[in-house]
Each structure stands twice: as structure tokens, then as C-alpha cells.
């Protein structure tokens, strides 16, 4: 048996508009579709899955957990990029409109945050 905890193989993010996730995930994360079905769409970002699931199938996974709701901020996903500021100025030329940044971090690193259609924050950093 492998060690534990291992690492995150998959992660799986509930939208309501799966075909509107999965072009935004591939022209901003310029991805392509690991796997998909009518309820899904699988990214991979490096050794982890990033599963779109339709929020119609999400009660099969959570029950009897409630659903969350996509307009509060639960999680941040960042992403290491070479230049922050380049990176910005990609995203912002595909459309994506930022909630912050970029801006320099007390702790010593350089972000920007965005939401993705399911209302899932994404920071880039460096």
C-alpha cells in the first residue's frame, strides 16, 4: 500500500453550464478534453484531473450532503506561471475578467485572481 495521503489524483467542480466550463477551460487553460460524457468534462493539470461535472449529477456524489451554492468564495486553485503580469495580460485578451491584481503579496509572490463559469476562483502566481 501506498503512502498516505497520496496525491490528489481528481478534483471535481460542479457547473451549471457544462458547455460554457468546458470551452473557457480550454481556451484560457488552452487544455484539451481528457475525457468527456454528457455530464462531464476531464482536464488534466499535470498529474491531476480536474473533473466539470453538471451540478444535475453532483447530488450522486454528495448525497446526502446539500449542495453549495457557486456565489461565495470556498476555495482558491492557484496555478504557478512564469510571469504573472504576461499571463494577466493573455487571459485578459481571451475575456477573463479578474477579481484582483496583479498585485505583489506580503509573502513574497505575485498574483491575480479570476472566477471561472462555475463561479470557482483560480489564482495565477509566481
Known amino acids: 500500500m501506498g503512502s498516505w495521503p497520496g496525491g490528489i489524483t481528481a478534483i471535481t467542480l460542479f457547473v451549471e453550464d457544462l458547455a460554457e466550463a ?39 456524489l454528495v448525497d446526502p450532503a446539500p449542495l453549495g451554492s457557486p456565489e461565495g468564495a470556498r476555495s482558491v486553485f492557484t496555478l504557478t506561471v512564469d510571469d504573472v503580469d504576461a499571463t494577466y495580460e493573455r487571459l485578459t485578451g481571451l475575456g477573463v475578467e479578474f477579481l484582483n491584481g496583479p498585485v505583489d503579496r506580503p509573502w513574497g509572490i505575485r498574483t491575480a485572481s479570476f472566477r471561472d463559469p462555475g463561479g470557482h476562483i483560480w489564482e495565477i502566481a509566481r
Open 22 to 60: 468546458k470551452r473557457f477551460y480550454q481556451a484560457v487553460f488552452d487544455l484539451l478534453t481528457h475525457y468527456e460524457d454528457e455530464s462531464s468534462a476531464v482536464f488534466g493539470f499535470g498529474n491531476t484531473l480536474i473533473n466539470l461535472l453538471d451540478v444535475k449529477a453532483a447530488p450522486e
